[in-house]
């Protein structure tokens, strides 16, 4: 979880330099909501996936895919609850969510498969 918060600060830190620095860059106003629900997403990954590391591995497949579902379903009413409520720069919105979609999906990827590769 550590090296998630790493992820996270990255990003906020990105975030808050673009807005000090007045960068032109393709950033939506609700980038905070954003990064703050990955936050919660990213935390509720790793106790899904410990938990299902406990009792050596029995039901670890079950909890992965627990919380994958889980993700995806979270992200999709994430995303019609700000699309429906009439959002302005739906492109840059979805944009930017996608984005951080993929960083977060592949870094706890890439954690997940670090961690497996020591029990194997």
């Known amino acids: 979880m550590l090296k998630t918060a790493f ?3 990255f990003f906020a830190i990105v975030f ?3 807005d000090q620095l007045k960068l ?3 950033l939506h106003e609700h980038r905070w909501y954003m990064l703050a629900f990955f ?3 990213s935390f509720l990954f ?3 996936v410990d938990q299902g590391k406990r009792n050596d ?3 670890f497949i079950q909890f ?3 919380s994958v579902v889980i993700r995806l379903l979270a992200c999709i009413v ?3 609850v700000f699309l429906l409520n009439g959002l302005e720069n739906k492109g840059t919105f979805l944009l930017d969510f996608f984005a951080l979609y993929l960083c977060f999906t592949a870094f706890e990827i890439y954690l997940l498969s670090a961690n497996l590769r020591r029990f194997s």
């Open 7 to 9: 992820l996270i600060l």
């Open 16 to 18: 808050f330099l673009a």
């Open 24 to 26: 032109n860059l393709p």
């Open 39 to 41: 936050s919660a997403l």
């Open 46 to 48: 790793h106790s899904l």
């Open 57 to 59: 591995n029995e039901k």
């Open 64 to 66: 992965y895919l627990a």
């Open 78 to 80: 994430f995303v019609l």
